[in-house]
């Protein structure tokens, strides 16, 4: 989201604006602390359509890229539970400029379904002084084509709730209701320590945020490492939605923020719990199958030119690691509680070959 957000300018001109985040490329703050914008287009897509967009299959396009933490969840929940044929997916390629996400990898640049060459389109469609972020995941209304919403973290909850009459048959429950409270204040400290802690460190404005950040991310860690010793899963003897929050940055963590955003204190692979965790994860379906190693790398190395100003994307790191058992089978749990497993990939979304971990030599490519 942020870390990859943009403010649209007014229709009819591509002017950035002054503040950091409206400049290519610029992401830090000078003798600040990094601050997230939390203001997203919070309508939502309900199963009675009470805020006037009701639950339809085929109505609407989640936009993604899977370069991006925050949208790769929502790849992780539809996939999860199997919502493929109610709600199609548009995948922006890993870069963008001052305006925003594009279809670039699309034919012609433009989305198939949509028709247009950027999700900014959408956005101003929606409101033409559109003042925020022009972030990814985003749900648009295909007839009209107009974004619904980019609130990331309730889209994943109503997909869950309100999206259940198009479930696949055995999907998981990922928000199960007797759980809710604790999945909600465990995602709550994961997203202010982990999630957002690391880029608190990467787009710290000196050096004591940067030292507080980074204080505050492996404390965040240490937590989670001791949470995790003896349950396989934050909450639970299931996958929940909890999971799906912490997964997505730790799958980055080696490839990105131990050294982009210079969390290195210690790499993912040399926190043994969530090494194992996060790998017991990555190997269950509806995980590592919707991650782009090459996509994040371009992503953060590429567009962050304040803190990368050369654009060079590291060939490391290894990658061969994540297929290695993990052995947290020992700890018990099923992941998909009384559900099945996701079938394969559909075919045209799948994560380009030689973009995952099948060998090492991926790692540069």
Partial sequence: MDDTTTSAPSAGT????????????????PGADYDRDTRYITTRITADGRDGWPVQPGR??????RACPWASRAVIVRRLLGLEDALSMGVCGPTHDERSWTFDLDPGGVDPVLGIPRIRDAYLRRDPEYPRGITVPAIVDVPSGMVVTNDFARMTLDLETEWTAYHRPGAPDLYPDALRDEIDEVAQRVYTEVNN??????????????ER???????????LSERLADRRYLVGDTITEADVRLFTTLVRFDAVYHGHFKCNRSKL????????????????PGFGDTVDFVHVKQHYY????DINPSGIVPRGPLLAGWLTPHGREALGGRPFGDG??????????????????????????
């Fill in 14 to 29: 591509d002017v950035p604006g002054t503040a950091a985040h409206d400049r290519p490329g610029v992401y830090v703050t």
């Fill in 60 to 65: 609407y396009r989640l936009v993604v890229s």
């Fill in 197 to 210: 802690g690391v880029y608190r460190c990467g787009f710290a404005g000196s050096q004591r945020s940067y």
């Fill in 213 to 223: 950040a980074y204080d505050r991310l492996f404390a965040g860690l240490d937590w």
């Fill in 269 to 284: 692979t040399e926190m043994p719990v969530l090494w194992a965790y996060a790998r017991d994860l990555f190997q269950t």
């Fill in 302 to 305: 590429e567009v962050h030119r």
């Fill in 340 to 365: 099945t497993p996701p079938g394969p990939v559909r075919q045209g979304e799948r994560v380009p070959a030689g973009h995952g971990p099948a060998g090492d030599d991926e790692a540069g490519e």
